[in-house]
């Protein structure tokens, strides 16, 4: 890679992190040891929620939670088109059904108006989902206390996938919390707001669920007292009490991760600060900027430009080949699930969620990380203009 390149993503590792790191190497536990539940503390304590689980990553966490929901064959989950893969891919896991629920055209976060409507006819039909995943697409808060509303009325189950959000509020609190869902999922690749290589890590008030998933990560082995179906034989001796997964996380990982929690704070002030230079910098052309949530605040995990195409001269491939081009690693989040040929395989086709596919045609993601400089943000506005011919 090219020393000039400015990737849309990247971790930020200092020496204390480094050094987290090898007080574990050196130390008796390499997997399943102290820092696990040192990093579960951090990041619940963080959120506001009671409970920390901590896995081998974010898919990891949705497939647990939903599975730990109760979600099984002939049972349905509903998500956002504009997501990763991952956040449907967890309800075919359990082996659910998986439809989707259109985008705002501003915010382009799950629609709580279009999931209304859509719970309406599905109740008519007795199609009702079992477990709804709204996506804090790019770490801003979906409208969890309608959506929360909406699952007491019609009996869902809410996991929020908050990959992008840690470091993120709504309404003053903040999101993880679970004041109205029953879980959230955490990602810690790399490019997200803390990185821990990679991992991921569920949130939860719910002690109940909290075990079952703890449970459906090793496996779904316990040597629990009284969890056990019989009395324990001795010290070896342990149960598998349902079909689980070998989703842990090991001590390396969670202590890189819990020493990154000590700097989220900086790092979620630095997002903002660069996403509102964004703002002021990029004014006047023609895109739009990220639509922002007055109730909230975005963790900004990523910084996503809409081309007005009716304006420019170019395509948007065009366009993003011409930033590339200039050094600018832009990127695209996300092609809309339903588009992929897989979920074409099982019915969904071009045309049936209009305001994500529009997104999709105008969306280019923009460098954000921590440690970028004011003078890279001014880079990409320069690149981004000569690539508009402005």
Same mark, same amino acid.
């Given at each position: 890679?090219s020393?000039?390149?400015?990737?849309?993503?990247?971790?930020?590792?200092?020496?204390?992190?480094?050094?987290?790191?090898?007080e574990?190497?050196?130390?008796?536990?390499?997997?399943?040891?102290?820092?696990?539940?040192?990093?579960?503390?951090?990041?619940?304590?963080?959120?506001?929620?009671?409970?920390?689980?901590?896995?081998?990553?974010?898919?990891?966490?949705?497939?647990?939670?939903?599975?730990?929901?109760?979600l099984?064959?002939?049972?349905?989950?509903?998500?956002?088109?504009?997501?990763?893969?991952?956040?449907?891919?967890?309800?075919?896991?359990?082996?659910?059904?998986?439809?989707?629920?259109?985008?705002?055209?501003?915010?382009?976060?799950?629609?709580?108006?279009?999931?209304?409507?859509?719970?309406?006819?599905?109740? *008519?039909?007795?199609?009702?989902? *079992?477990?709804v995943?709204?996506?804090?697409?790019?770490?801003?808060?979906?409208?969890?206390?309608?959506?929360?509303?909406?699952?007491?009325?019609?009996?869902?189950?809410i996991?929020?996938?908050?990959?992008?959000?840690?470091?993120?509020?709504?309404?003053?609190?903040?999101?993880?919390?679970?004041?109205?869902?029953?879980?959230?999922?955490?990602?810690?690749?790399?490019?997200?707001?803390?990185?821990?290589?990679?991992?991921?890590?569920?949130?939860?008030?719910?002690?109940?669920?909290?075990?079952?998933?703890?449970?459906?990560?090793?496996?779904?082995?316990?040597?629990?007292?009284?969890?056990?179906?019989?009395?324990?034989?001795?010290?070896?001796?342990?149960?598998?009490?349902?079909?689980?997964?070998?989703?842990?996380?090991?001590?390396?990982?969670?202590?890189?991760?819990?020493?990154?929690?000590?700097?989220?704070?900086?790092?979620?002030?630095?997002?903002r600060?660069?996403?509102?230079?964004?703002?002021?910098?990029?004014?006047?052309?023609?895109?739009?900027?990220?639509?922002?949530?007055?109730?909230?605040?975005?963790?900004?995990?990523?910084?996503?430009?809409?081309?007005?195409? *009716?304006?420019?001269?170019h395509?948007?491939?065009?366009?993003?080949?011409?930033l590339?081009?200039?050094?600018?690693?832009?990127?695209?989040?996300?092609?809309?699930?339903?588009?992929?040929?897989?979920?074409?395989?099982?019915?969904?086709?071009?045309g049936?969620?209009?305001?994500?596919?529009?997104?999709?045609d105008?969306?280019?993601? &923009?460098?954000?990380?921590?440690?970028?400089?004011?003078?890279?943000v001014?880079?990409?506005?320069?690149?981004?203009?000569?690539?508009?011919? &402005?």
């Amino acid at each position: 890679m090219s020393a000039s390149f400015l990737p849309y993503g990247r971790q930020s590792i200092d020496e204390a992190d480094i050094a987290a790191v090898i007080e574990v190497l050196k130390s008796d536990f390499l997997t399943q040891g102290p820092a696990i539940p040192r990093f579960e503390k951090a990041v619940a304590g963080w959120c506001g929620a009671q409970q920390g689980i901590a896995m081998a990553n974010g898919t990891a966490t949705l497939h647990c939670a939903a599975k730990a929901l109760g979600l099984g064959h002939g049972d349905l989950l509903w998500t956002s088109p504009i997501t990763f893969v991952a956040s449907a891919n967890a309800g075919r896991y359990c082996g659910a059904k998986v439809d989707f629920v259109d985008v705002d055209p501003g915010t382009v976060l799950m629609c709580p108006q279009r999931l209304e409507a859509k719970l309406i006819q599905a109740e *008519k039909e007795g199609t009702l989902p *079992k477990v709804v995943v709204p996506v804090h697409f790019a770490g801003q808060s979906c409208d969890m206390p309608r959506i929360h509303a909406l699952g007491q009325k019609y009996g869902f189950k809410i996991i929020e996938d908050a990959a992008h959000a840690l470091g993120g509020e709504f309404e003053g609190e903040r999101i993880g919390n679970c004041r109205w869902s029953d879980a959230a999922s955490h990602s810690f690749h790399p490019v997200k707001i803390v990185t821990s290589g990679e991992g991921g890590m569920i949130t939860t008030n719910d002690d109940e669920l909290a075990w079952r998933i703890a449970l459906l990560r090793t496996h779904g082995i316990t040597r629990e007292a009284g969890r056990m179906v019989n009395e324990s034989h001795g010290g070896w001796y342990y149960e598998q009490l349902e079909l689980g997964f070998n989703y842990r996380m090991t001590d390396l990982q969670a202590a890189l991760g819990a020493s990154q929690m000590t700097r989220l704070e900086a790092f979620a002030q630095r997002r903002r600060e660069i996403a509102d230079l964004y703002d002021r910098e990029l004014a006047g052309l023609p895109l739009r900027a990220p639509a922002r949530d007055p109730r909230g605040i975005s963790g900004w995990h990523l910084y996503m430009i809409r081309l007005n195409l *009716k304006e420019i001269r170019h395509t948007r491939r065009e366009v993003f080949d011409k930033l590339r081009a200039d050094g600018i690693g832009v990127n695209v989040h996300y092609i809309p699930v339903h588009l992929q040929p897989d979920y074409q395989k099982l019915g969904f086709a071009k045309g049936m969620f209009p305001e994500s596919e529009r997104y999709y045609d105008e969306a280019i993601t &923009l460098p954000m990380f921590p440690s970028m400089t004011d003078e890279d943000v001014i880079r990409v506005r320069d690149s981004l203009k000569r690539a508009l011919k &402005l």
